[in-house]
């Protein structure tokens, strides 16, 4: 008897359903923004241009990320730069700040962008990963003008006809995730690394304000969403550890965004929903812990390059873990065999445990030839016991 | 109030940075050689707290806040101490590889050298190979330092390496390289003579190629 995807996708969160090959996308098996006319130039079908072929074509199981709540990390700001697409993530503010290109030199353009960071990119590649130079909040002064952007009750936060668009989203057989923010991630979008790790030590008050602004913002918009769609699953983002390590201590983990969490997930679970992702880069072993004490329970992508291990996890923390990614990025730049051996070390034992999806770790990037992905997504069928891809 | 160097240690290891700009003024008046309030007091400071951060005991807010004390210590003694005398460990060039904007790693690398004990000139992101070669010659380093964020750009590395063959001045150097993508084994692969996993090992490997 066949299942909903989204009932499928539960039974593979909660252990109920082992050795099923399910390919999230978008975002678990997703792609730097480059990768398709790269891919295109190198031969990949003209399809590519479309992303949802794209995914299409790699045989992807759906998810649905409804960004169209204003709730956590607004992904597809856009701004044109000279000509070139600048696309870029912000933290949840409404209204958005005006994007104004402000200087240019031989190789970079700065750029204001719609959430109030200064940043520098490339003429020629606005997207590779930009350097901030200012950012919107500095100190209390800055800050109260800033969180007028995080009203919770701003009509413009859920979409116009919500009514409808609830309707839809229930009658879509895929899994349904709400953003549900963000507390790290989004303070150092606002104040920059350096000056927010300062901040936690110089002006603890100032961190709490923000985080519990954050709070509460996330805990209305949580229980109007769910009064009209049926939710199955909660994701923050927070990209908040290095190659090493947290970028913060456990001890401050614990004291500055531990309640908010569990406040969140508690009204999460209350009200059905015990799937709930965070996505960070970086080494996560002191924060995955901290996370599952808080009501987080989803872990992706857990970067190879940062000394993450799915596998240790797995046996660590058992079911109480949903585990995502974890297949090394950097294997795609070397050959098939390394692939091969990649993909063998570790995904038939995660898939055979259950709670895992399978992705590489991170967003695929250009210098990923197309050849050695299509080769990877083929690998990882074969293990699931599908047939290759017909292309 | 005598002079107590392991006070001004535990000041800047808590990163109370008033404490420490406090203790070595007071050293000062009490007529203790400089040199001495540095190399007895900051620097084993922020060597204790690097290890610490090594062994996963405190993290970079504390690092930062560490730093900040000690840089505010050296403040202090500035005008009665010869450049010579704070950067005894050597110069080092530092800089992100070109096509990459990413300087946060970079910046606290340079901060925790320059903490140590080096003199770190900063040659910022996105630097070309070209750049490199002409501050080497300008500065004259024992170390040259690159750091690189992405996959893409750490290929960008080898080619600094190869500029410095080129214009004669490699064996004059000893090269670090360090960065989310980076291994060891990538470090050999390009013939770099240093790797750094994290900040905190970036001393120990630079002080270890400047003894080397």
Redesign the interface.
């Known amino acids: 008897m066949s299942i909903s995807e989204r009932q499928r996708f539960l039974d593979i969160c909660h252990f109920k359903r082992t050795g099923d090959m399910c390919l999230l996308a978008p975002w678990l098996n997703d792609f730097w923004v480059e990768v398709p006319e790269v891919w295109m130039k190198a031969g990949a079908p003209a399809e590519f241009a479309d992303s949802r072929k794209m995914r299409e074509y790699f045989g992807f199981d759906h998810i649905r990320l409804m960004r169209e709540i204003q709730t956590g990390l607004y992904m597809d700001a856009r701004m044109d730069v000279l000509g070139m697409e600048y696309v870029y993530a912000i933290p949840p503010i409404l209204p958005l700040y005006e994007p104004k290109i402000l200087e240019q030199d031989e ?2 353009v700065t750029v204001f962008n719609a959430g109030g960071q200064t940043a ?1 990119v ?1 003429k020629n590649d606005p997207q ?4 901030y130079l200012d950012q919107p909040v500095k100190d209390w002064a800055t800050w109260k003008e800033y969180k007028k952007r995080l009203d919770p009750d701003t009509p413009e936060r859920f979409p116009a006809d919500w009514a409808g668009y609830a309707a839809r989203m229930n009658a879509k057989d895929e899994p349904l995730l709400l953003n549900v923010g963000s507390f790290f991630g989004f303070l150092r979008e606002w104040m920059g ?2 000056p927010l ?2 901040a ?3 002006d603890p008050a100032l961190i709490d304000d923000m985080m519990e602004t954050l709070c509460h913002l996330e805990l209305v918009c949580i229980d109007k969403a769910m009064d009209k769609v049926r939710v199955d699953g909660a994701t923050f983002w927070e990209d908040m550890a ?8 456990p001890k ?1 983990f614990r004291r500055f965004m531990m309640p908010h969490y569990k406040k969140i997930t508690e009204l999460l679970r209350s009200r059905g929903v015990d799937v709930i992702f965070v996505d960070s880069d970086g080494n996560l072993n ?1 924060l995955i812990p901290l996370w599952l004490e808080s009501g987080v329970n989803f872990f992706w992508p857990l970067e190879v ?2 000394g993450n291990d799915a596998v240790h996890y797995r046996k660590t923390y058992g079911k109480d873990a949903i585990l995502g990614g974890n297949i090394d ?2 294997v795609l ?1 070397k050959s098939k065999e390394l692939i091969r051996e990649e993909v063998m070390s570790k995904v038939p034992f995660l898939l055979e445990q259950g709670g895992y999806f399978p992705s590489v770790d991170h967003f695929v ?3 990923a030839p197309f050849e050695n992905y299509l080769y990877l997504i083929n690998t990882l069928r074969e293990v699931g016991g599908l047939p290759p891809l017909q292309h | 109030m005598a002079w107590d160097s392991a006070a001004i240690a535990d000041a800047v290891r808590e990163g109370d940075d008033r404490e420490a700009v406090s203790l070595v003024k007071s050293a000062i008046e009490e007529g203790v050689p400089p040199i001495e309030i540095l190399e007895t007091g900051l620097v084993p400071g922020i060597q204790q707290l690097g290890e610490l951060f090594k062994d996963g005991e405190v993290f970079l807010p504390e690092v930062l806040i560490a730093c900040r004390a000690m840089d505010r210590g050296v403040d202090e003694l500035k005008p009665f101490l010869e450049s010579s005398e704070m950067h005894k460990k050597g110069k080092v060039i530092i800089g992100t590889v070109e096509g990459d904007l990413h300087d946060i790693g970079k910046n606290i690398v340079r901060l925790m050298l320059e903490c140590a004990g080096f003199d770190v000139v900063d040659l910022g992101v996105d630097v070309s190979p070209g750049k490199f070669v002409e501050a080497v010659k300008e500065h004259s380093p024992a170390i040259v330092a690159m750091s690189a964020l992405l996959t893409i750009t750490m290929t960008n590395m080898p080619e600094v390496l190869e500029a410095l063959e080129k214009a004669g001045l490699r064996s004059q150097v000893r090269v670090m390289i360090g960065g989310a993508p980076i291994t060891r084994e990538y470090a050999d692969q390009i013939g770099a003579e240093g790797f750094a996993e994290d900040c905190a090992s970036a001393v120990g490997e630079a002080e270890r190629l400047v003894k080397g």
């Open positions: 190789h970079t520098r490339y590779k990963m930009p350097m690394l350096e790790l300062y936690f030590h110089d290095f190659k090493t390590g947290p970028l913060i201590s401050m002191h390059a940062a990025k950097r730049m990037p250009p210098d």
